[in-house]
């Protein structure tokens, strides 16, 4: 019974056993599978080498070309004022702008006048005594003092005359100087004179300013400057010689546009921003077109385009697509990635300008990738079907 009792226990493990091997012995043998392949999806564009012309932007405030503060140059009551003469009416140049009175110097001129044909008389008279002296001096009837004293009376007489001649002008000026006329075809900014108020010489009456062309003032930072064919000029370039400004602004709710030519760089560079200014030039801002364009009115804040120099097999792609400030990310036909380095020229907001010349079809990636590694796969989006996708998260350096 004892023997029993451990050989029962022994039966049962070695009937497990052999069942276990049993088992492992008929069972089918597993299938290896590999894993699927991740790989980065990524988007691309196609390179395209071209000649560009080089823009820089910049902003600033209509100005007028000439400005000028009107003066009467005599005093009196102001009696006729013209209907332009308000703050924004247009005038032509010479147009009698205000009228002061004039009967004053109407009786200036009559007494200059006056004055006038005495004097002629007094000359004459002197130089007849001064001739028949002369003549009685050769006979040696008239003695030295006598001649001395003829001609001394006629100096005294021709001066006189001169001074009445002189005298005349100047009241027949001050007589002209009561019509106040316009120095030049313009508009009105503002005036402070009416009807009836008495006005005192070289007091401002009024500001005017031409309307012929207008400028505007445009900062530039100095490392744009390369981008400019900009020479030093003394003064003024000359008609047509400058770069090309188009010049845009919002008016009445619509976006408007002016063609204009940068027609001098100023003198010094500002010393608070260390921008240099440029002028432009916008000839005829008034002008009444068929299009129903507004003018280009003075005191419109507008945004310029300067058109620089013209550059050859320059690419442009975004920005997103340059890594580290000087490297590419190119895809080649194997759709395998690779970093090159390229020359930057210029980047102009979200694009990047590269002298480094890339063959017409070059595909560039354009999706911000955190990793690379040299000659990685990447599926292209959009370049047939796929199982899985997988697209790389932006870098830190790419969201900032």
């Not at 009698?96 to 006056?114: C, K, S």
């Given at each position: 019974m004892p023997?029993?009792?451990w050989?029962?226990?022994?039966?049962?493990?070695?009937?497990?056993?052999l069942?276990?091997?049993a088992?492992?012995a008929?069972?089918?043998t597993?299938?290896?599978?590999?894993?699927?392949?991740?790989?980065?999806?990524?988007?691309v564009?196609e390179?395209r080498p071209e000649t560009?012309?080089?823009?820089?932007?910049s902003?600033?405030?209509?100005?007028?070309?000439t400005?000028?503060?009107?003066i009467?140059?005599?005093?009196?009551q102001?009696v006729?004022?013209?209907?332009?003469?308000?703050?924004?009416?247009?005038?032509e140049a010479?147009?009698p702008l205000l009228?002061?009175?004039?009967?004053?110097?109407?009786?200036?001129?009559?007494r200059?006048r006056?004055?006038?044909?005495?004097?002629?008389?007094e000359?004459?008279?002197?130089a007849?005594?001064l001739?028949r002296?002369q003549?009685?001096?050769k006979?040696?009837?008239?003695?030295?003092?006598?001649?001395?004293?003829?001609r001394?009376?006629?100096?005294?007489a021709?001066?006189v005359?001169?001074?009445t001649r002189?005298?005349?002008a100047?009241?027949e000026?001050?007589l002209?100087r009561?019509?106040?006329r316009?120095?030049?075809?313009g508009?009105?900014r503002?005036?402070?004179?009416d009807?009836?108020q008495?006005?005192?010489?070289g007091?401002?009456?009024a500001?005017?300013?031409?309307t012929?062309?207008v400028?505007?003032r445009?900062?530039?930072?100095?490392?744009?400057l390369a981008?400019l064919d900009?020479?030093l000029?003394?003064?003024?370039a000359?008609?047509?010689?400058?770069?090309?400004v188009?010049i845009?602004?919002?008016?009445?709710g619509?976006?408007h546009?002016?063609?204009?030519?940068?027609v001098?760089?100023?003198?010094?560079?500002?010393?608070?921003?260390?921008m240099?200014h440029?002028?432009?030039?916008?000839?005829?801002?008034?002008a009444?077109?068929?299009?129903?364009?507004?003018?280009?009115?003075?005191?419109?804040?507008?945004?310029?385009?300067?058109?620089?120099?013209?550059?050859?097999?320059i690419?442009v792609v975004?920005r997103?697509?340059?890594?580290?400030?000087?490297?590419?990310m190119?895809?080649?036909?194997?759709?395998r990635?690779h970093?090159?380095e390229?020359?930057v020229?210029?980047?102009?907001?979200?694009d990047v300008?590269l002298?480094t010349?890339l063959?017409?079809?070059e595909?560039?990636c354009?999706?911000?990738l955190?990793?690379?590694?040299d000659?990685?796969?990447v599926r292209?989006?959009?370049?047939g079907?796929r199982?899985?996708e997988v697209?790389?998260?932006?870098s830190a350096?790419?969201?900032?």
């Amino acid at each position: 019974m004892p023997r029993l009792k451990w050989l029962a226990p022994l039966g049962v493990l070695v009937i497990a056993l052999l069942g276990a091997g049993a088992l492992i012995a008929t069972a089918p043998t597993p299938q290896t599978l590999s894993p699927p392949e991740f790989l980065t999806v990524v988007r691309v564009i196609e390179a395209r080498p071209e000649t560009l012309t080089l823009r820089v932007r910049s902003q600033g405030t209509v100005a007028p070309r000439t400005e000028s503060a009107l003066i009467p140059e005599v005093s009196g009551q102001v009696v006729s004022v013209s209907p332009t003469l308000v703050s924004g009416g247009f005038f032509e140049a010479g147009a009698p702008l205000l009228q002061i009175a004039a009967l004053d110097y109407e009786a200036g001129v009559a007494r200059a006048r006056a004055s006038l044909a005495r004097g002629q008389g007094e000359f004459e008279h002197a130089a007849q005594n001064l001739e028949r002296y002369q003549r009685l001096s050769k006979r040696d009837i008239s003695s030295i003092s006598q001649l001395d004293d003829a001609r001394r009376a006629h100096r005294v007489a021709a001066a006189v005359l001169e001074e009445t001649r002189v005298s005349l002008a100047q009241a027949e000026r001050d007589l002209d100087r009561t019509l106040i006329r316009a120095p030049f075809a313009g508009r009105v900014r503002e005036e402070q004179v009416d009807l009836g108020q008495f006005v005192s010489r070289g007091a401002k009456i009024a500001t005017l300013y031409a309307t012929d062309f207008v400028e505007v003032r445009l900062p530039i930072l100095d490392a744009e400057l390369a981008y400019l064919d900009l020479p030093l000029w003394r003064g003024e370039a000359a008609l047509g010689e400058g770069p090309a400004v188009s010049i845009r602004a919002r008016f009445a709710g619509s976006e408007h546009e002016w063609s204009g030519r940068v027609v001098r760089t100023e003198g010094e560079i500002d010393p608070k921003s260390r921008m240099v200014h440029v002028v432009a030039r916008i000839e005829d801002p008034y002008a009444e077109l068929e299009t129903g364009r507004p003018p280009l009115a003075v005191g419109l804040f507008v945004q310029a385009e300067i058109a620089g120099a013209e550059v050859q097999d320059i690419t442009v792609v975004p920005r997103v697509a340059l890594r580290d400030g000087r490297q590419l990310m190119v895809v080649d036909a194997d759709s395998r990635l690779h970093l090159r380095e390229v020359d930057v020229l210029r980047i102009d907001g979200e694009d990047v300008l590269l002298r480094t010349r890339l063959a017409a079809g070059e595909r560039v990636c354009v999706t911000p990738l955190q990793a690379v590694v040299d000659g990685m796969l990447v599926r292209v989006l959009d370049d047939g079907p796929r199982e899985v996708e997988v697209t790389a998260p932006a870098s830190a350096e790419t969201r900032s």
